[in-house]
């Protein structure tokens, strides 16, 4: 049972960059992903969440508008789509999948935690 992230790179201010979330040994179409991200020294934060439907879906203040949320049950994959990069988003991103019920779920609720993938904005 493996999560993984992938997708990110150093890209400039204003850039883009499309990050994906795949699972080996067990389907995501029955979870609630989120994504996160945690620069060095700060506390890791979520990013957005989507449901296991995909109908719905929740992004942070700080990313309301530029990132978007999908996923491709067919394809196991949820994405997160990042437009307008700025330089405070360069952190290193995860994804996690729960079981919980709702979408701005706390971050104890979610147990299966993928490696990360670095997204550095340079300015």
């Known amino acids: 049972v493996q999560l993984q992230a992938s997708g990110g790179g150093l890209v400039q201010s204003g850039g883009s960059l499309r990050l994906s979330c795949t699972a080996s040994?067990?389907?995501?179409?029955?979870?609630?992903i989120g994504w996160f991200r945690q620069a060095p020294g700060k506390e890791r934060e979520g990013v957005s969440s989507i449901s296991s439907t995909g109908k719905s879906t929740y992004y942070a203040d700080s990313v309301k508008g530029r990132f978007t949320v999908s996923r491709d049950n067919g394809k196991n994959t949820v994405y997160l789509e990042m437009n307008s990069l700025k330089p405070e988003d360069t952190a290193h991103y995860y994804c996690?999948?729960?079981?919980?019920?709702?979408?701005?779920?706390?971050?104890?609720?979610?147990?299966?935690w993928g490696q990360g993938t670095q997204v550095t904005v340079s300015s």
């Open positions: 040994g067990f389907r995501l179409d029955s979870y609630v």
């Open positions: 996690a999948t729960s079981r919980w019920q709702g979408i701005n779920l706390p971050i104890r609720a979610y147990e299966n």
